[in-house]
């Protein structure tokens, strides 16, 4: 059978919490602070074209996009397109003299060196 300890007054500190212990260093109010910022940035790429900061979400993601389309280069095209339905719009073609799909893993593979 365990006894109750009688607890202390709220608001009364043991005085062990009060004294400032061996070995450790005080914080003191006036002793100045330390902060360090570099100033450093990564370098640019120069094989990838900056895409500045936008608003719009879809226009970042659109501009994503075209810089993937780029970096693939004549192994893609863009092109116009018109759908069964009469929507018109563009689609980036990857022919199929270039590419294939894996039947195993559904990726989308080029062939030979492009």
Sequence with gaps: MTKAQKSSQAGVLKSETTEPRQGTQSTNAA???MSVTLASTAPQNQNFPAIPNSV?????????????????GKAVEWRNITLGD?????????????????????ELLPLGEL
């Design 86 to 106: 009469g929507r018109k719009g563009y689609a980036l073609f990857f022919d199929e003299a270039k590419w294939l799909i894996d039947p195993m893993t559904f």
């Design 31 to 33: 002793s100045p602070s």
């Design 56 to 72: 719009n979400p879809l226009l970042t993601q659109a501009r994503i996009i075209q810089v993937f389309a780029s970096k693939l």
